[in-house]
């Protein structure tokens, strides 16, 4: 066995002297390539992480979703005995109830409550580090509490790119598949129609509808007036008007029993028809009926879009839409303020364990996000710009969480 793997080394002995000899052009291209690219080594982030930061890097995240899990895993089964008789009483399937309904439940109040969990994770860890002493060990190894942040910010930043991809892109698909289960099993209640309704369509073109179904699609009492240098040089009107769903594109509209008049100086010409007639304008059944939570539904990038095009209408019911675009931006950065106040507070040995530095972060915690909701009002019902009302709380907390960190321990 062993004269075996003598000769096996000795036959690739051989072979890699060969290929030395034949392709030694080769070997030196990659000895030169690797000398002048050694300065691309600073830019391998994870030459920076000791052992000590994997070992925060992994409990952080660890605990973070374990207390997602344990948290939804509750709220869960609270849901479930509050809407049982709902969904019997509306005869909901159970694969809707499983793939509609809690798959995209989970994600949304994970995210929606993601700062409540970093807090919870970063006290629950931190505390059980400083009772074991090994907090004390650090400090007393000539670590500094500036380089003990290291992995927490490094942790706080995973969670924030991963709850700004969720809350921007993912979970507003899933929203919409959630609202529309609950408006089929659940509540039975949804805004399907809207009343006079004016908008500007395009530069100087102005849109009126008397009535407007969206379940069918329909409008009616309409009327388009188009103006040139603030003069009105046509005014279409129409007993119907239908979106055509099937269109190869949008904005394509079908107006019944309709009359145009054409206005050019003191001329004036009338044209009418009680047929279909196909028109293009630029609007859409989204564009006329809102309802309620409407622009959770929008990824980041369709909200910019919305909030663009409505302001060029002229439309003053944006004030909600900016403020969930500015929130999801925001509440990124509240992982970093919330790690920060978390160590600072969780970090000392303390008689006791850790149940009233918990107790202090989950009032922290549901104080951030009743901030929220409370700027977010003010800025819908009192004209606060949207953007302090989503950056308010991070504004608040940051202040706290400075103070935290001057009181650390050293």
Known sequence: MKRSKIRKYRKLLKLSRWLRARFNWLFVSFAWLKRKLSWLKILNPFRYLKILDWYIIRKFIGTYFYSIILIISISIVFDVNENLAKFAQYHAPLKAIVFDYYLNFIPYFANLFSPLFVFIAVIFFTSKLAGNSEIICMLAAGISFKRLMRPYMISAA??????????????????????????????????????NVQLQVGQGVIAYMQLYDDNLKKGYGFCLDKFENKKLVSHLTAAEVQYDTIADSKYHWKV?????????????????????????????????????????????????????????????????????????????????????????????????????????????????????????????????????AAWIPNIIFSVVAYFCYRKAPN
Not at 166 to 171: K, P, R, S, T
Not at 259 to 283: A, P
Not at 350 to 373: D, E
């Open 158 to 195: 995973i969670i924030s790119i991963l709850t700004f991809c969720l809350g921007a892109y993912v979970i507003p698909k899933g929203t919409i598949i959630r609202q529309n289960f609950e408006t089929m099993y659940k509540n039975k209640k949804t805004n399907t129609s809207a009343e």
């Open 256 to 388: 019944r029993n309709w009359r145009i008049r054409e206005l050019k100086g003191l001329r004036e010409t009338i044209t009418s028809g009680m047929s279909s007639r196909d028109t293009l304008i630029m609007m859409e059944p989204t564009d006329l009926v809102f309802s309620k939570g409407q622009q959770e539904t929008f990824t980041s990038p369709q909200l910019r879009e919305y909030i663009s095009k409505q302001i060029d209408r002229g439309s003053g019911n944006v004030v909600q839409y900016k403020v969930e675009f500015h929130k999801r931006i925001a509440m990124s950065f509240a992982s970093f303020i919330l790690t920060t106040i978390g160590l600072a507070l969780s970090s000392r040995k303390r008689k006791g364990g850790m149940g009233l530095y918990l107790g202090i972060g989950l009032a922290l915690s549901f104080a951030y996000i009743m901030l929220q909701t409370v700027s977010a009002t003010f800025a819908i019902n009192a004209n606060m710009p949207p953007i302090l």
